[in-house]
């Protein structure tokens, strides 16, 4: 969160009179928020620009081949990490001026004095603490003597290059930090304070003060433990066990989210500030507008296909609004949106591309490594959900527009009969499907035939395809991004429009076959992508100048470079705020796993939830919102996941919910970005105002009730794994997405209140019944026959016996936990291969002793499902539930599609007229 928070309501106010932001003031905003408000001129801009191109280059640098093939310029993770935090500070400092609100002024002056005393409490007599308060006081000072948005005054530098100090001191110690884990000496302490200080300081300026108050809240909970209320209390940490944890290893603020911000987040925040300055953004607005203009609410569709595409590689809500809000709202109130649902609608589809693989606002790459799943299985898990949600969103616009009898802008062109546009659109998949198989296969030729020369091979065939599309795209008027206030008499042509920038999607056709056909890592996939982008941007201009006949040449190609520079420098300056976000919800991880907190949390929520399934993750939810309120997708998802992710797991595991890791993260994450939304800290709906006009409050609680879909989601997948394609053909998978699309559709008619005609109540209620059974068939299913066989303990070998090999046995179990405590939880064992029931349980690496009535575990074999699964010694095996045979789940959908032919039936009469309801 920026500044820009607290200054949306004056803005929005000042922009409410005269219907909208000027585009000088949208540029202030997407620089206050996302690059930083301050742009000094003379040799310090100068150094600002060099700064961000340092950095971008160097990223590029660690991420290629190259250093490893010279052996020179190699740096490990940690050194790589250090340098990464070292340039998000220097530019922090340098690119965001302090604040002079008087809340902005109070909060950042508290916040070094609770530090201060936190720190000095904390030494504890292990070191000498009169240099502690002379840091505060210097932060203060440098914070009370102002802070100019058109220079960098003296003590700014001194902030800027103290922080990127602390933060390289990891590279240019590290050999001795290696020979003194855990045993900080004073130099260590004082780095370490100062770079937790002017870290949070960075994070207030950069994202305002939301992820700085919580991180501080971790700090004084990892201090002050002791003191807490007894279900949250722990022994309390010292200075050193805090330096040491939290600065000196990668256990905080150089932990894993740090990490993969530096090799991946960077590369693909540098990709789409390429791809943005090449033009792509402006393609993507306009194909849409060509597309979808002429529907029924046509300027509402496109902004959410338009946000949709952009949101693929944008990883800010905000710059996503802003990008194509700019654009896309004036049209939708010239046809007929209020101000405030023009920019609700903006805010819905911008902040669900944030939840649109392949980068999921650089949440995807964070998944990998906290779920421990590969980035394939991240993008295929997460790929539904989001194409689901987005398909909602544009029947919620139409909707709208059936409500209000919009009608679409005019039509450049007489449309095609109906079979001739369903001939032109079997021909153009049919086109697409033998293009891929010609490539993949082509591909798979090419490799074996030219072996190590193969890469040559492939670039020499893209830089073919790219000429060729070039050509095609010089054929076509370039593309300007039209006045959204100025008059439209006809929407853009769409096969020329489409044809203007068809090698914009080389680049992310480079990138999804990287990530996804060669599997490679996101880092060097993202690095590939971009270093393609790199060659397009310097040879676009000079070449469509030569096939178009103009004399521009060593114009247009001095041009590409300035395009090459300012992309760099971009890329750079929209990661100062991720990397500072990452590096500080380090410290919120770092104290998780110092203080046990998520254990707490979790008591915290069964004692208030008794123990309830639905209670349990409507807490969560609602925490989850809490949490991510003010805070950037790529924090959001490291805070939400580290604190609640593990609720889930283990209160689901007590109380009989076994789902598996990928969709718990996936329901903290949703819920986390839902924060984007929801006043009163909705950033998103804030921007959005700003460019409208609208009420900041109206068009958040508008944008809300749009994105109830995106919040019915998660729960629906924690109960229904088949929407996360997890275990299912591809047969089921196209199932899945035909009927889960149908019964969102149906919900989202329902929470909108109209169908064919305006909804009664008991139409409304029949509605919401039939989209939860095409969603859950199987809640139906078990309430008629039960999915599971209670079976004795004492016959577990018997129920192992007559389950299918792969078959999962439900097992309850009650024993210690690791400081041993008792605790009770349900885990699922995979049946193993073997003649008798005996051999199928020991397969499967459980081993276990029949006394009486009792069965208790005696061994657990190491690596085994069993242990996978959770089971250890001396646990007593409760309750054993085997799989019961059950008709299919799908027969529910008969009454759930009966039901709807009866809605059908009752609107049908009091529909529009058919030449009047059509989109």
């Known amino acids: 969160m920026s500044d820009k928070q607290f200054e949306s309501a004056a803005v929005e106010n000042e922009a409410s009179g005269k219907g909208g932001l000027s585009q000088a003031e949208l540029d202030e905003l997407v620089a206050s928020s996302d690059t930083g408000g301050r742009s000094p001129s003379g040799p310090v801009g100068i150094f600002l620009i060099a700064v961000a191109l340092i950095w971008s280059l160097f990223q590029l640098w660690i991420a290629s ?46 916040v070094p004095v609770i530090l201060t005393f936190l720190f000095i409490y904390g030494a504890k007599d292990e070191t000498p603490v009169w240099w502690i308060p002379i840091v505060g006081v210097a932060v203060i000072g440098a914070i009370l003597l102002g802070s100019p948005k058109d220079r960098v005054p003296l003590w700014e530098w001194g902030l800027a290059l103290f922080g990127a100090a602390a933060s390289l001191y990891l590279y240019f110690a590290y050999d001795g930090i290696a020979q003194r884990v855990g045993a900080p000496i004073l130099q260590d302490f004082v780095v370490a304070v100062i770079g937790l200080m002017l870290l949070l300081e960075a994070t207030r300026r950069a994202l305002g003060p939301a ?22 209390a722990h022994k309390g940490n010292n200075l050193s066990e805090v330096v040491n944890h939290q600065w000196i290893t990668t256990e905080g603020v150089f932990g894993i989210a740090l990490g993969v911000s530096t090799s991946f987040v960077f590369l693909f925040v540098l990709f789409g500030s390429l791809l943005d300055k090449a033009g792509a953004g402006n393609y993507f607005i306009q194909v849409a507008f060509s597309l979808m203009g002429h529907m029924r609410g046509g300027p509402a569709k496109a902004a959410v296909v338009s946000s949709a595409m952009t949101g693929l590689i944008s990883g800010s809500s905000i710059a996503n609004v802003v990008t194509t809000g700019t654009f896309t709202i004036p049209l939708m109130k010239r046809v007929g949106f209020s101000a405030e649902k023009g920019g609700a609608v903006e805010v819905a589809s911008s902040v669900n591309g944030q939840i649109m693989p392949p980068v999921m606002g650089a949440a995807a790459f964070l998944m990998v490594e906290y779920v421990g799943i590969p980035y394939f299985d991240v993008v295929k898990h997460a790929f539904l959900p989001a194409v689901i949600s987005y398909i909602a969103l544009v029947y919620i616009v139409h909707l709208e527009a059936m409500k209000a009898n919009m009608q679409g802008l005019p039509r450049p062109y007489e449309p095609k009969p109906l079979v001739a546009w369903l001939i032109s659109l079997a021909f153009t998949i049919a086109a697409i499907c033998a293009l891929s198989f010609a490539v993949y296969y082509g591909m798979g030729w090419i490799r074996p035939a030219f072996g190590e020369n193969a890469s040559y091979v492939v670039f020499g065939f893209l830089v073919l395809v790219y000429i060729g599309l070039l050509f095609i795209s010089s054929r076509e008027a370039p593309l300007k991004m039209e006045d959204p206030n100025a008059p439209v008499t006809k929407l853009p042509m769409p096969g020329p429009t489409v044809r203007s920038g068809l090698h914009f999607l080389l680049p992310v056709v480079v990138l999804v076959w990287a990530l996804m056909i060669d599997r490679l890592s996101p880092g060097l996939s993202a690095f590939w992508a971009a270093a393609f982008m790199i060659f397009i941007l310097v040879t676009q201009r000079p070449i469509l100048a030569l096939m178009r006949g103009e004399s521009s040449f060593s114009a247009e190609a001095r041009a590409g470079f300035v395009d090459l520079l300012e992309g760099l420098v971009a890329g750079a300056r929209n990661m100062i705020g991720i990397g500072i976000a990452t590096a500080t919800a380090g410290i919120i991880v770092g104290s998780v796993s110092q203080t046990g907190v998520g254990s707490a949390l979790a008591d915290v929520v069964e004692v208030l939830s008794g123990g309830n399934i639905m209670a349990i993750l409507v807490l969560t939810a609602v925490l989850s919102l809490i949490l991510g309120m003010g805070l950037p997708t790529t924090a959001n998802y490291i805070v939400v996941s580290a604190l609640l992710a593990p609720v889930i797991v283990t209160l689901g595991q007590q109380n009989g919910l076994i789902v598996p890791l990928i969709a718990v993260h996936l329901f903290v994450f949703y819920f986390g970005i839902m924060a984007d939304v929801t006043p009163p800290v909705g950033l998103a709906s804030f921007a959005a105002a700003a460019v409208s006009g609208g009420d900041p409050i109206k068009t958040g609680v508008v944008a809300f009730f749009y994105s109830l879909r995106t919040a019915a989601l998660p729960f629906l997948f924690i109960f229904n794994t088949d929407l996360l394609l997890i275990d299912v053909t591809w047969a089921q998978g196209i199932l899945v997405f035909i009927v889960a699309t149908c019964a969102m559709l149906l919900f989202a008619a329902a929470t909108q209140g109209w169908f064919l005609a305006r909804n009664r109540i008991h139409e409304t209620l029949l509605l919401l019944l039939i989209a939860f059974t095409l969603f859950r068939p199987g809640f139906w299913m078990d309430m008629v026959v039960a999915p599971f066989e209670n079976v004795p303990p004492a016959q577990i070998e018997q129920a192992a016996m007559d389950a299918e090999v792969g078959q999962d046995l439900r097992l309850e179990v009650s024993g210690l936990n690791a400081v041993g405590d008792p605790v009770t939880f349900t885990a699922l064992l995979p049946v193993g291969e073997g003649e008798t029931g005996a051999d199928r349980l020991l397969a499967s690496g459980l081993e276990y002793i029949v006394n009486g009535e009792d069965v208790i575990i005696d061994n657990v074999a190491f690596g085994s499902p069993a242990a996978e699964a959770g089971f250890d010694w001396d646990q007593t095996i409760e309750q054993v539930l085997a799989p019961a045979v059950q008709p299919s789940k799908y027969w529910m959908f008969i009454p759930a599609l009966v039901l709807l032919a009866l809605v059908v039936m009752m609107q049908r009469g009091r529909g529009r007229p058919a030449e009047t309801a059509t989109a």
């Open 65 to 110: 081949p190259i250093p490893f093939m010279i052996n020179f310029g190699v740096f490990n993770d940690t050194e790589a990490r250090s340098f990464h935090l070292a340039f998000a500070l220097l530019l922090a400092f340098l690119a965001y001026p302090a604040a002079r609100s008087p809340a902005q002024l109070i909060l950042a002056l508290a």
């Open 211 to 232: 992820l700085m108050i919580v991180a501080t809240v971790f700090l004084v909970y990892t201090f002050l433990g002791a003191l807490m209320p007894g279900i949250i």
